[in-house]
Nanobody, 122 residues
């Protein structure tokens, strides 16, 4: 059974840092693209970053967040620095099996984690 499990969320003060982790299991094929999304209360889900061979970031987090992957461990990480109140959201990892070298295709992610809450105090 394919599962993605996030961890590392919690409460942090503005300006602080957190590192989120996500581990995949039960997959016979190698994950080609990992992604991180978030969904704030009352807001739509938004892409934060994704990585195939090269990490790509949205403008909202570029320079503050770092996505990285460990293929040997089948994991992806999101290092979040200089956190702001607006970063408060449920964060989801996602995994896909399509190429993202040039663009992120629609429906690129086949599997999703359950989400982990990140709360930045204000």
């Amino acid at each position: 059974q394919v599962q993605l499990v996030e961890s590392g969320g919690g409460l942090v003060q503005p300006g602080g840092s957190l590192r989120l982790s996500c581990v995949g299991s039960g997959m016979d094929f190698k994950i080609r693209t990992w992604g991180w999304y978030r969904q704030a209360p009352g807001k739509q889900r938004e892409l934060i970053a994704y990585v195939g061979n090269i990490p790509i970031y949205t403008e909202f987090v570029r320079g503050r967040f770092v996505i990285s992957r460990d293929n040997a461990k089948n994991m992806v990480y999101l290092q979040m620095n200089s956190l702001r109140d607006e970063d408060t959201a449920v964060y989801y990892c996602a995994a896909g099996f399509v190429c993202s070298a040039y663009a992120l295709p629609a429906g690129a992610f086949n599997y999703w984690g359950q989400g982990t809450q990140v709360t930045v105090s204000s």
